[in-house]
T-cell receptor, first 118, second 117 residues
């Protein structure tokens, strides 16, 4: 099992540029989560998909952030335009939701994308 | 709504000493509880979980945790730590909302376990 795959692992960009982060969940998983981790705010849930449909995007900071999940094996998180305060590690996680049973809550994390906006 | 509190942001401990990392939660419904570990520059990895049954659960790397419903706690313990246990540890609780469609986790703020030689 390849686990959750994220790309790129590191991204350095200038303020104002568009940034796209990519995630491939574990095959067969139907829930996907995007998190952001910073020293100041810790681990924050940005958005959560179930069966490719956004369920909860209340954590998305502002309109500059958008996320899509066109199919069960791929998701993107886009920041346009990027700002220095967006610098963080962005994690993608996936799980298999089954009738809200206990295993539905067991999330598997990718290695993260470290974003630096200068 | 559920919440998780990890009061200790950092726990320094000497190698081979025992350690306990504290986690308290608040919830009006039954919960599932998890501990995740994050090694430097890596993603979060599941350490152990409480779903039901025995309140003492064992995880990887010699860690264990005890679910205490009356105290709404799920403290993580290890009898003897190693330098390699130095990492950030996150407690998480299921965001169970019977009326809604969610299988989210609510994470604590994390505790840095710093093992010293």
């Amino acid at each position: 099992d390849a686990g959750v795959i994220q790309s790129p692992r590191h991204e350095v960009t200038e303020m104002g540029q568009e940034v796209t982060l990519r995630c491939k969940p574990i095959s067969g998983h139907n829930s996907l989560f995007w998190y952001r981790q910073t020293m100041m705010r810790g681990l924050e849930l940005l958005i959560y998909f179930n069966n490719n449909v956004p369920i909860d995007d209340s954590g998305m900071p502002e309109d500059r952030f958008s996320a899509k999940m066109p199919n069960a094996s791929f998701s993107t998180l886009k920041i346009q335009p990027s700002e220095p305060r967006d610098s963080a590690v962005y994690f993608c996680a996936s799980s298999l939701e089954r009738d809200r049973g206990p295993l539905s809550y067991e999330q598997y994390f990718g290695p993260g994308t470290r974003l630096t906006v200068t | 709504a559920q919440s998780v509190t990890q009061l200790d942001s950092q726990v320094p401990v000497f190698e081979e000493a025992p350690v306990e990392l504290r986690c308290n939660y608040s919830s009006s419904v039954s919960v599932y509880l998890f501990w995740y570990v994050q090694y430097p520059n890596q993603g979060l990895q599941l350490l152990l979980k409480y779903l039901s049954g025995s309140t003492l659960v064992k995880g990887i790397n010699g860690f264990e945790a005890e679910f205490n419903k009356s105290q709404t706690s799920f403290h993580l313990r290890k009898p003897s730590v190693h330098i390699s246990d130095t990492a950030e540890y996150f407690c998480a609780v299921s965001d169970r909302n019977y009326g809604g469609a969610t299988n989210k986790l609510i994470f604590g703020t994390g505790t840095l376990l710093a093992v010293q030689p």
